[in-house]
């Protein structure tokens, strides 16, 4: 059975770094495609960065390009999101997702590519 279980998050100031971590078990990620996906109070779920399995260039989305990298240790099976410079707009919950088998078409930054999900992790980010 596949489980996301996220950590990482908390509060920052302005311009701080938090590295967000997603350990993945019952499935191997590298096989996966895995993406990072917030969503704030009252607004829908956006896609931030994405990696197709064992594809090397990953994808940022524009409104954290040059802040935001996703990596991933497979010895770990574990999934990151390093977040730089952060802004008080990039305050959300965060989710971790995995589309595994039977996930159709992979849009890396539509919540409708994923079959997996994890609970999330809050970052707040103040002024």
């Known amino acids: 059975q596949v489980h996301l279980v996220e950590s990482g998050g908390g509060s920052v100031q302005a311009g701080g770094s938090l590295r967000l971590s997603c350990a993945a078990s019952?499935?191997?990620?590298?096989?996966?495609?895995m993406g990072w996906f917030r969503q704030a109070p009252g607004k829908e779920r956006e896609g931030v960065a994405a990696?197709?399995?064992?594809?090397?260039?990953?994808y940022i989305a524009d409104s954290v390009k040059g802040r935001f990298t996703i990596s991933q240790d497979n010895a770990k099976n574990t999934l990151y999101l390093q977040m730089n410079s952060l802004k008080p707009e990039d305050t959300a919950m965060y989710y971790c997702?995995?589309?595994?088998?039977?996930?159709?078409?992979?849009?890396?930054?539509?919540?409708?590519?994923?079959?997996?999900w994890g609970q999330g992790t809050q970052v707040t980010v103040s002024s």
């Open positions: 990696i197709y399995k064992r594809h090397v260039s990953p």
């Open positions: 997702a995995a589309q595994g088998p039977g996930g159709g078409v992979w849009w890396p930054f539509s919540s409708l590519s994923y079959n997996y």
């Open positions: 019952g499935y191997i990620i590298s096989d996966y495609s």
